[in-house]
């Protein structure tokens, strides 16, 4: 069946580096792509999407783009805040099973 | 005002014990699910319902049922309750949009089984 395999966590940066979280994932057909963000007591956000091979879904300075040939989702932002500290899922729906799958999440950490 | 609401928040319950936690919507969509979220494990589908007359099995649907009472609420039961069930509950709901599906999430029930 189809599945998404995150980066393990915890992940802990300094302000302003850059960050890059992997996501790959199995699949049949064409499957849509999210990133969802969780922040500390709340539910998921979405927080960007690919529906198409080479897309690029963007939000809030992140970015991260549908790679069919690696069957890869990697999310990127060139310098995190501390605000930004929350945990981060990568997800895939299958427009036949019209279900998401998710990743195990990703804790990210950024400190001052 | 939230569009999708959960309630309770926070719920601390005995072994054997029948729960129930809801889910209510102002979006106006048709789908709905049930998660759950244990650490290490990422969300996991419970259920899911694409109307009022449908109602589907998740991934992990032993142990559970739900009841799709309206379009704008869906509820989760416990009728058992056992500690392994000691989780985050999420609702979502969802809306094909130009045929892709993206989900809005409640802000979780958190399930304590002692």
């Known amino acids: 069946g189809d599945s998404v395999t995150q980066m393990e966590g915890p992940v802990t940066l300094s302000e302003e580096a850059f960050l890059t979280i992997n996501c790959t994932y199995t699949a049949t057909g064409y499957p849509s792509l999210f990133w969802y963000v969780q922040y500390p007591g709340e539910g998921l956000q979405l927080l960007l999407k690919a529906t198409k091979a080479d897309d690029k879904g963007s939000n809030k300075g992140f970015e991260a783009t549908y790679r069919k040939e690696t069957t890869s989702f990697h999310l990127e932002k060139g310098s995190v805040q501390v605000s930004d500290s929350a945990v981060y899922f990568c997800?895939?729906?299958?427009?036949?099973?019209?279900?998401?799958?998710f990743g195990q999440g990703t804790r990210l950490t950024i400190n001052p | 005002d939230a569009d999708v609401t959960q309630t309770p928040r926070n719920r601390i319950t005995k072994t054997g014990k029948r729960i129930m936690l809801e889910c209510s919507q102002t979006?106006?969509?048709?789908?709905m699910y049930w998660y759950r979220q244990d650490p290490g494990l990422g969300l996991r589908l419970i259920y899911y319902s694409f109307d009022v007359k449908d109602i589907n099995k998740g991934e992990i649907s032993d142990g559970y049922s739900v009841s799709r009472q309206a379009q704008a609420k869906f509820s989760l039961s416990l009728e058992s309750a056992i500690p392994n069930q000691t989780a985050l509950y999420f609702c979502?709901?969802?809306?094909?949009?130009?045929?892709?599906?993206?989900?809005?999430f409640g802000p979780g029930t958190r399930l304590t089984v002692l």
């Open positions: 979006k106006g969509h048709d789908r």
């Open positions: 979502a709901t969802s809306d094909l949009v130009a045929g892709r599906d993206t989900q809005y």
């Open positions: 997800a895939l729906s299958d427009q036949g099973a019209q279900k998401l799958v």
